[in-house]
C-alpha cells in the first residue's frame, strides 16, 4: 500500500500551482480526469467486459496496440480504454483503436477508486512500465488483475534504489503476469518485488508494432517529387542537444552533394523549436524551410516538419536515419522503427542503457557517434553512405533482422486468461 508521505504528496501536488510547459499540461490534464472517466462510464460502458490500458506517452501507446489488436479478434465483446500521463497521447492524430482514451487520475485513492468503480475493468494492462503505487494498489483491493506488457526497467533506473523501490515492491507483489522484453529487465522485476511465476520473457511488444504497421501514401506526395532520386536523411525526434552537431554535420555534407537531402522532425515540433532550428540552420549557411504533410514541394535539401504524427510515414522516403535523443542519459527514441524500413541509423553515445539500440549496434544496422566531435563523425558516415549505396543497404537489412516478432501474441494470450479469471461484473 502506498505510504502516508506519498499520499500527502500527492495531495500537495494536485494543489501546486501550474507553471508553464509539458509537466503542467500533464498536472492540468489529469486534475479533472476522474470526473471525465466517470461520465464516459455512465454513457458508453457496455454489458461486456472492459481492459484499462495504461500507457505514459505514445510510444508506450504504441507498443500496447498490437496487443489490443489482437484481443479485439479475440474478444469482439471487448471494450478497451487507454489512460496516460503525457499530453503527447492527447495531441496525438492517429486512432489508437481502443474505445475511449483520456488521462489518468491523479494517484491517489479516492480518485482512482471511483473510476475503477465506474468502469468495472476485468483486468488492467500497463505498457512499458509506467506503474503508479495506487494505480496498482486499487486495483488489487477490488481484485482486478494487473498485467505488464514491454515491461523495461533500465539498469540505472530510479525505481531501483530506495525509497522508490521501497514504495513499489507491496504494490508490485499483485501484478498477476509480466513480460519481461529481456531476461535482464525480468531480473530487475524480480528485485523490484514482482513474483517469479508472474514473470514471462516475450520480447517486445512494440517490435510486431511497427512490423505490422502501414505507413500513409497520401501526406507524402509533394515529398516524393523533392526527393526526385536523391538519398534522404530523416532526423528523428531530435532534441536540443542533437541540434548543433546534426546541423554541423549537414553544414559540412549537403552544400557539397546536390543529390543529399535532410528531414529534421523535432521530439516536440512547437513553434519555438522549429524556429529555432530553422535560425541555426540559416546561420551555418544551409537552405531550409518548414513542411507539413500534403503541403507543395519545397525548394529546399533541408526540411523541418512541424506536426505531430508525421515520424513513422516520413521512414518510406528516407534512405538513412539518425534518432534523436542519444546525448541525454535516458533521452534516446525508439530505434525500432527507421529498423522496420531497413534504415542504418545514426545514433548519439548515449545508447547502451536502450537494448534495442544494442542490438541494432550489435547487428552492424546502427552506428553510435563518439563523445568527441560527433558532428565529425555524422558528416563522415553521412557521406559513406552517400558514396556506397551497397554497403548502406547492408547496414539497413541487418538493422531490419534485428526485430522480432511474437510478442504481441504471448502477451495477448496472457490478457485473455486474466479476462477470464477477472473480477464478476
Do not use: N
Not at 513480460?179 to 517469479?196: K, Q
Amino acid at each position: 500500500m502506498p505510504t502516508l508521505p506519498y499520499r500527502t504528496a500527492v495531495r500537495v501536488a494536485q494543489r501546486l500551482p501550474l507553471p508553464a510547459g509539458k509537466l503542467a499540461d500533464s498536472l492540468a490534464g489529469r486534475r479533472a480526469a476522474a470526473a471525465r472517466w466517470r461520465r464516459w462510464a455512465g454513457e458508453a460502458r457496455g454489458p461486456g467486459p472492459l481492459l484499462w490500458v495504461h500507457a505514459a506517452s505514445v510510444g508506450e501507446a504504441l507498443t500496447a496496440l498490437p496487443v489490443v489488436t489482437r484481443l479485439r479478434v479475440a474478444r469482439p465483446d471487448l471494450q478497451v480504454v487507454l489512460s496516460h500521463s503525457s499530453p503527447s497521447v492527447a495531441r496525438w492524430p492517429e486512432p489508437l483503436g481502443v474505445d475511449h482514451v483520456d488521462f489518468v487520475p491523479a494517484d491517489e485513492p479516492h480518485a482512482l477508486g471511483e473510476v475503477y468503480d465506474a468502469l468495472r475493468a476485468a483486468a488492467v494492462l500497463f505498457a512499458r512500465g509506467d506503474l503508479w503505487p495506487e494505480l496498482m494498489t486499487q486495483a488489487a483491493h477490488r481484485h482486478v488483475p494487473v498485467a505488464v506488457c514491454g515491461a523495461a526497467v533500465r539498469p540505472r533506473s530510479v525505481r531501483l534504489r530506495w525509497p522508490v523501490r521501497a514504495l513499489l515492491s507491496a504494490p508490485l507483489r499483485a501484478v498477476a503476469w509480466l513480460g519481461a522484453i529481456s531476461a535482464e529487465d525480468a531480473d530487475r522485476w524480480l528485485r523490484l518485488g514482482v513474483t517469479p511465476e508472474a514473470v514471462t520473457v516475450t520480447g517486445d511488444p512494440r517490435h510486431d508494432a511497427v512490423i505490422e504497421r502501414v505507413p500513409r501514401l497520401a501526406p507524402l506526395g509533394s515529398l516524393h517529387s523533392w526527393r526526385d532520386g536523391a538519398a534522404v536523411m530523416v532526423a528523428a525526434s531530435t532534441h536540443r542537444s542533437d541540434e548543433a552537431p546534426l546541423l554541423d554535420a549537414a553544414a559540412a555534407v549537403l552544400p557539397d552533394r546536390p543529390t543529399a537531402r535532410l528531414v529534421v522532425v523535432p521530439h516536440e515540433p512547437r513553434a519555438a523549436t522549429v524556429r529555432r532550428i530553422l535560425a541555426a540552420a540559416t546561420a551555418r549557411g544551409l537552405d531550409a524551410t518548414t513542411w507539413q504533410a500534403g503541403a507543395p514541394t519545397p525548394k529546399t535539401s533541408m526540411i523541418v516538419a512541424d506536426q505531430v504524427g508525421i515520424l513513422f510515414d516520413l521512414f518510406q522516403v528516407a534512405d538513412m536515419a539518425y534518432v534523436g535523443g542519444g546525448f541525454e542519459r535516458t533521452g534516446l527514441h525508439a530505434v525500432v522503427e527507421p529498423a522496420a524500413f531497413a534504415l542504418p541509423t545514426a545514433l548519439g553515445p548515449v545508447w547502451r542503457t536502450s537494448l534495442d539500440a544494442a542490438q541494432l549496434v550489435a547487428a552492424g544496422g546502427a552506428l553510435p557517434l563518439p563523445r568527441r566531435r560527433p558532428a565529425r563523425a555524422l558528416a563522415d558516415t553521412w557521406r559513406r553512405w552517400l558514396d556506397d549505396p551497397p554497403a548502406r543497404k547492408t547496414a539497413g537489412l541487418a538493422a531490419r533482422r534485428a526485430l522480432q516478432a511474437g510478442a504481441a501474441d504471448t502477451t495477448a494470450k496472457a490478457v485473455l486468461r486474466l479476462l477470464a479469471t477477472g473480477p464478476a461484473r
